[in-house]
């Protein structure tokens, strides 16, 4: 991890390794906390957030899910974010922006209500998620052992800490079996998402993705979906069985960190031709568009740092 200058943390901007917690935190031993992720671009007009307040809000809305309450607004923690990238003086192409939000040392047991709120902001200079190859090449794909979990046992809409010890072992079965990252079915055997992105199939020129049964309401995957439709293709939202990304024409990952990665490979099966497919890349291409600034249509979507 590249560290930087500053964290926000509860209101204050503090060195980077004085952000620290106590051991006995009830976050660390229970696993309720919320989490966002969000990048900046470096544009010509120097770096810009995409979609800063709808990822901001998500954060809010996760909380409320989980029962944290968040003792800042959205306005208050949008600028904060907007200081952090300022404060912290940044080089490089992309920084990626960690908002969360935590339980603290004070109270211990399962009932959490009492426990005192951690808001922390945090950004740091990092690349591509998945390698510059895997933007370029495609990457390969493993479809877990282990489902996502269902809708009566689990807050899948929330961006919750605990959400993710099902990620991490999907993904440490995936690279483990030696491919690069993980894909999950729901509890009925249909297609999911990946261990931290959305999937799209491409098939007879259609673009295809799941719907959001069991899973994130994905800020990116609404981007491809409104840019997609806008480039004049069909988008559809269905159920899509494991069988059926085997035979697509193309695949590819969206995420704020797997951004938009070419799937070129699922379970030992190519994947049309192999490498990233004609729609893929222009799908690729007009989102990197977009979120440096070169596409005055979406410019909406960004907040320069320096406005």
């Not at 990048?39 to 800063?52: C, M, Q, S, V």
Request: one cysteine or more; hydrophobic letters at 40%.
């Amino acid at each position: 991890m590249n560290a930087a200058k500053y964290i926000w943390m509860n209101g204050k901007f503090i060195p980077w390794d004085e952000a620290q917690t106590h051991v006995l935190s009830h976050t660390l031993h229970y696993g309720n906390g919320v989490i966002e992720g969000t990048k900046a671009y470096k544009t010509d007009k120097g770096y810009a957030i995409f979609r800063l307040n709808e990822h901001t809000k998500r954060l809010k809305e996760s909380a409320k899910m989980t029962h944290i309450k968040i003792p800042y607004t959205i306005e208050e923690m949008n600028k904060a974010q907007i200081e952090l990238i300022r404060k912290n003086e940044f080089s490089g192409e992309s920084v990626y922006i960690r908002p969360f939000a935590f339980l603290g040392y004070g109270v211990m047991g399962v009932y959490h209500v009492d426990a005192p709120v951690e808001t922390v902001m945090a950004a740091w200079e990092w690349g591509a998620y998945l390698g510059e190859e895997g933007l370029r090449r495609g990457i390969r794909l493993k479809i877990a052992s282990m489902t996502r979990p269902s809708n009566t046992s689990n807050m899948g809409k929330a961006k919750a800490s605990a959400n993710y010890l099902n990620s991490q072992m999907a993904k440490f079965e995936a690279v483990e079996s030696g491919y690069d990252e993980a894909l999950l079915l729901d509890d009925q055997g249909y297609v999911a998402e990946a261990s931290g992105a959305c999937i799209f199939m491409v098939r007879d020129g259609k673009i295809i993705s799941p719907p959001n049964d069991n899973t994130l309401e994905s800020i990116t995957q609404k981007m491809v979906i409104e840019m997609a439709e806008d480039m004049g293709y069909e988008v559809i939202r269905r159920r899509i069985s494991r069988e059926e990304l085997y035979i697509a024409d193309e695949a590819f990952l969206t995420g704020t960190a797997a951004e938009i990665t070419p799937v070129r490979e699922i379970d030992a099966r190519i994947i049309g031709e192999g490498e990233r497919g004609p729609i893929t890349e222009k799908i690729q291409s007009g989102y990197f568009d977009i979120v440096f600034g070169r596409n005055k249509k979406y410019e909406h979507y960004l907040t320069y740092i320096n406005a």
